[in-house]
């Protein structure tokens, strides 16, 4: 069985400061991995993903997400945030193999300006 | 665009109901899911299907119950509502993807929040 952990359930910045969320998995099998961001009142929305390949992957709205897997971890980063970016954000892994996607608890992230 | 609909936005139902969710999706997928959101615990998985009249239980079943009789609809059904299943529940669809089995992203519809009173 797969789990995930997102370590903050909340993270506050300001406006252009740097952020991180952190996301930790468990699985006994090889994962696929994604970020998923929720905007206020509205479903999911695929940020990014990690399949294969190089373990660094980028979104197009300056989100970055580096795969490390000997620290079983996915975290996500951006450089500068914008009041935009504020919205709830949430990690998930898919088992090779099985479309089956497993979520973590969500990190809400609040910028002020 | 994909397009995953959900046919009420907020639902409220009194305990012992029969409670129908309906999903539309647009994009002949062939995988289709309900998760629940509650605050605290990210999404978990109810049911899901991979094909018509196919249906798969997830992490979440008990109280619930779905219904495939088309590719495009998948309904989720609460057989008697209870006070513990208010919640946000949230529809998504995936094809079986490009390569291996799971590397296709889910699309969610924009949720039903249901109140049961």
């Known amino acids: 069985a797969q789990s995930v952990t997102q370590l903050d359930s909340q993270v506050p910045v300001f406006e252009e400061a740097p952020v991180e969320l952190r996301c930790n998995y468990s699985?006994?099998?090889?994962?696929?991995l994604f970020w998923y961001v929720q905007y206020p009142n509205q479903g999911l929305q695929l940020l990014l993903k990690?399949?294969?390949?190089?373990?660094l992957v980028e979104s197009i709205n300056g989100f970055e997400a580096e795969f490390n897997k000997s620290q079983t971890s996915f975290h996500l980063r951006k450089p500068s945030v914008h009041i935009s970016d504020t919205a709830e954000y949430f990690c998930?892994?898919?088992?090779?193999?099985?479309?089956?996607?497993?979520f973590g608890q969500g990190t809400r992230l609040t910028i002020n300006p | 665009d994909v397009k995953v609909t959900q046919s009420s936005r907020y639902l409220v139902k009194r305990t012992g109901e029969k409670v129908f969710l309906e999903c539309v999706q647009d994009?002949?997928?062939?995988?289709m899911f309900w998760y629940r959101q509650d605050p605290g615990l990210g999404l978990r998985l109810i049911y899901f299907?991979?094909?018509?009249?196919?249906?798969e239980k997830g992490d979440i079943p008990e109280g619930y119950s779905v219904s495939r009789e088309k590719k495009e609809r998948f309904s989720l059904i609460l057989e008697s509502a209870s006070t513990n299943q208010t919640s946000m529940y949230l529809c998504?669809?995936?094809?079986?993807?490009?390569?291996?089995?799971?590397?296709?992203?889910?699309?969610f519809g924009n949720g039903t929040r249901l109140t049961v009173t």
């Open positions: 998504a669809s995936s094809s079986p993807g490009q390569g291996a089995y799971g590397d296709s992203p889910l699309h």
């Open positions: 699985s006994s099998v090889s994962v696929y």
């Open positions: 990690y399949l294969s390949g190089s373990t």
């Open positions: 998930a892994v898919s088992p090779w193999g099985a479309q089956k996607l497993v």
């Open positions: 994009m002949d997928h062939e995988n």
């Open positions: 299907s991979y094909d018509v009249k196919m249906k």
